[in-house]
C-alpha cells in the first residue's frame, strides 16, 4: 500500500467520530466484521442496503481514518463508483460527485515522482478524474529509468488500455527492441492502437514495408473492419438526410478514401488472410490490383474472378 494511503486523513464531521472503537476489543471486532463484509458487499454486483447503511457519505471518513488496513478496498469503491457505472450504479449512499471529491484531494496529495507505490497509485485514480489524460507525457517522464523499468510498463499498460493518442502507439512501438517474443509485443500494442482507433498512417506505413506478414494481418484486418463500418454509417447516413449533414457524409466518404489507400500499401503481400481482408474493403477499382496476390490461393483467385465478373456486367 502507498504510504500516501496509510497518511491520508479526512474531516470527519458525523456523529460517529466520538466513538473510539479502538478502545474497546469487543466494539473493535464487531466495527472490524461489519466494515469488511460491507465494503465487500459494496463491490460485488448486489451491493446490499445493508452494507449502503454501514457504509455512506456521513460515516465513510469515519471509517476511512479508523480502519487503515481495508483503506485500499474502499478506494477501489470509490474509483469504480467514479468511473465505469455498470452494477456500481446500485451503490446509492455514494454518489459519483462524492467518489471524485474524494479521489481529487486524494490525487492532490500524491508526489510526482519516481516511486513505485505512488505511480501505481496515481495510475489507479488518474482514470476517475481525467478524460483524454496525457499519457504521453508519462511515458517520456518514465521511459529513461534504468533502475526501475517497472515504473514504465505501469504507465505502458495503463496507456495501451485507455490512450486513444496515436503519438503513444509509434512511441511504444520505437521502444520494442529487436528480440525474442518482440513480434507478439508488436501485436499487442498493434491490437490496442486499432481498439482506440490511434493508428497512425505512418505507423501503418512502416509496417506494410518491413514488417512480418503476421503483423500485416493484424493492421490490414484493422483497416478492413474499419472500412466496413463506417460504408455501414455512410449508407444509414444516406437514407437519413435530416439526421445528417451532407458534408458530414462527404468527411466519412474521405475517411474511408484514406483507410483504402493504406491499404492499398499491402496488395503485394501475398498473405492468405491479407488478401481476404483486402478483397472485403477495397472499392471495384482498386480490385484488379489483387490479382497477382489472390493467383496463389485457388479459391480467393476465383472469388476475386467472380466478384470483377459481377462489376462488369
Known amino acids: 500500500m502507498s504510504s500516501i494511503i496509510d497518511s491520508y486523513t479526512v474531516v470527519d464531521e458525523s456523529s460517529v467520530q466520538g466513538l473510539n472503537v479502538n478502545d474497546n476489543p469487543y466494539l473493535r471486532e464487531v466495527f472490524n466484521y461489519a466494515v469488511r463484509n460491507a465494503v465487500s458487499s459494496l463491490d460485488s454486483y448486489w451491493s446490499s442496503e445493508d452494507a449502503q447503511k454501514i457504509i455512506n457519505e456521513y460515516t465513510f471518513p469515519y471509517i476511512w481514518n479508523n480502519f487503515k488496513d481495508i483503506r485500499t ?74 533502475d526501475n523499468k517497472e515504473i514504465f510498463g505501469a504507465w505502458k499498460r495503463v496507456a495501451m488500455e485507455r490512450s486513444n493518442d496515436s503519438n503513444v502507439y509509434d512511441f511504444l512501438w520505437s521502444k520494442i527492441k529487436r528480440a525474442k517474443g518482440a513480434t507478439d509485443l508488436k501485436k499487442q500494442l498493434l491490437d490496442a492502437a486499432i481498439n482506440k482507433d490511434a493508428l497512425s498512417a505512418s505507423l501503418i506505413k512502416k509496417i506494410a514495408k518491413s514488417s512480418p506478414k503476421s503483423l500485416k ?16 454509417l455512410i449508407r444509414r447516413m444516406s437514407e437519413n438526410t435530416l439526421e445528417y449533414t451532407a458534408d458530414e457524409v462527404l468527411a466519412l466518404q474521405k475517411n474511408v478514401a484514406t483507410q483504402e489507400e493504406l491499404a492499398m500499401l499491402f496488395v503485394g503481400c501475398d498473405d492468405y488472410s491479407v488478401v481476404e481482408s483486402l478483397m472485403d474493403c477495397l472499392s471495384r477499382d482498386n480490385l484488379p490490383w489483387l490479382m497477382p496476390a489472390a493467383s496463389g490461393h485457388y479459391w480467393l483467385s476465383q472469388r476475386l474472378s467472380r466478384t470483377l465478373e459481377e462489376n462488369q456486367s
Open 73 to 146: 478496498s474502499l478506494l477501489s469503491v470509490l474509483i469504480k463508483k467514479a468511473t465505469d457505472g455498470g452494477y456500481h450504479s446500485r451503490v446509492k449512499s455514494i454518489s459519483e460527485d462524492f467518489a471524485k471529491e474524494f479521489l481529487e484531494n486524494l490525487y492532490n496529495e500524491i508526489p510526482v515522482d519516481f516511486d513505485l507505490s505512488n505511480n501505481r497509485l496515481r495510475i489507479s485514480v488518474i482514470p476517475s478524474l481525467f478524460e483524454g489524460y496525457d499519457y504521453m507525457r508519462e511515458l517520456n517522464r518514465t521511459s529513461l529509468l534504468e
Open 217 to 232: 494481418r493484424v493492421v490490414v484486418s484493422g483497416i478492413s473492419r474499419k472500412v466496413y463500418e463506417q460504408r455501414r
